[in-house]
C-alpha cells in the first residue's frame, strides 16, 4: 500500500519557467514532511521540509505547499534551472521521533535549456 | 567533513547466495537507516538503527537484516538471495532518530542478482 504517492513520474519544463512538483498522501497521522533530490550515481540529498503547522514554507528557489485537508503537498521551483534536473522524492512521516520517512516513488524532473 | 560512506559500490551476487552491505555514517551521527530503491517502487524503508537497537523495521521478508556497531556502523546482510532483491542499496545517518533530524544520504550500493 503506497502512503505517499507521486502519480506524475516525469515532468519537463523550459528553463526559466516554474517547476510544480506534486505529492498525495493517505495517512492522515503523517504531520512532517520533507523533499530531497536525487542526481544518478548520488544518493538523495534534503531539499526542504515542512511541518504540518504550516501551510508554507520558503527556501529560495523553493517553496513547499501543503494543504493537510486534500492530503496534498506541492513543491515550486521558481525559476527553473538546469541544474535542478534530477529525481524529486517526497517523503512524510508521523514526525514523532523514531517514526520512519515514507518516501514516494519519485518524479523525474527534466528543465530544458 | 567526511559524508556517509557505503561499500561496495556496486556488486554482483548470484541466487541463494548471501551479502553484506556496510555503511559508515557521518562523524557524530548515531542514527542509520536502510533503505532499497527500485524502478517504480521508490525508496522503500528497511530499518533504522540508533545507539546500536533497532528501532524501526519496514515490510521485508526475514532475510534481510542488519546490524550497527558501537562506533555507529551499520551493516545489511541479506541472505538466499532473489533476482527481486536487485536494486540500488541506500544508507542514511541522522544526528538523531528519524525524522526529526536531517537525514544524509550515502551513494548506495547496487546489487545485482544475476
Known amino acids: 500500500d503506497q502512503q505517499v504517492k507521486q502519480n506524475s513520474p516525469s515532468l519537463s519544463v523550459q528553463e526559466g519557467r516554474i517547476s510544480i512538483l506534486n505529492c498525495d498522501y493517505t495517512n492522515s497521522m503523517f504531520d512532517y514532511f520533507l523533499w530531497y533530490k536525487k542526481y544518478p550515481a548520488e544518493g538523495p540529498t534534503f531539499l526542504i521540509s515542512?511541518?504540518?503547522?504550516?501551510d508554507k514554507n520558503e527556501d529560495g528557489r523553493f517553496t513547499v505547499f501543503l494543504n493537510k485537508s486534500a492530503k496534498h503537498l506541492s513543491l515550486h521551483i521558481v525559476p527553473s534551472q538546469p541544474g535542478d534536473s534530477a529525481v524529486y522524492f517526497c517523503?512524510?512521516?508521523?514526525?514523532?521521533?523514531?517514526?520512519?520517512?515514507?518516501f514516494g516513488t519519485g518524479t523525474r524532473l527534466a528543465v530544458r535549456p | 567533513k567526511a559524508g556517509v560512506t557505503q561499500t561496495p559500490r556496486y556488486l554482483i551476487k548470484t541466487r541463494g547466495q548471501q551479502v553484506t552491505l556496510s555503511c559508515s555514517p557521518i562523524s557524530g551521527h548515531r542514527s542509520v537507516s536502510w533503505y532499497q530503491q527500485t524502478p517504480g517502487q521508490g525508496l522503500q524503508f528497511l530499518f533504522e538503527y540508533f545507539s546500536e537497537t533497532q528501532r524501526n523495521k519496514g515490510n521485508f521478508p526475514g532475510r534481510f537484516s542488519g546490524r550497527q556497531f558501537s562506533n555507529s556502523r551499520s551493516e545489511m546482510n541479506v541472505s538466499t538471495l532473489e533476482l527481486g532483491d536487485s536494486a540500488l542499496y541506500l544508507c542514511?545517518?541522522?544526528?538523531?532518530?528519524?525524522?526529526?533530524?536531517?537525514?544524509?544520504f550515502g551513494q548506495g550500493t547496487r546489487l545485482t542478482v544475476v
Open positions: 542514511a545517518s541522522s544526528v538523531g532518530q528519524l525524522p526529526n533530524t536531517e537525514a544524509f
Open positions: 517523503a512524510a512521516s508521523r514526525g514523532s521521533s523514531g517514526d520512519k520517512l515514507t
Open positions: 515542512i511541518s504540518s503547522i504550516k
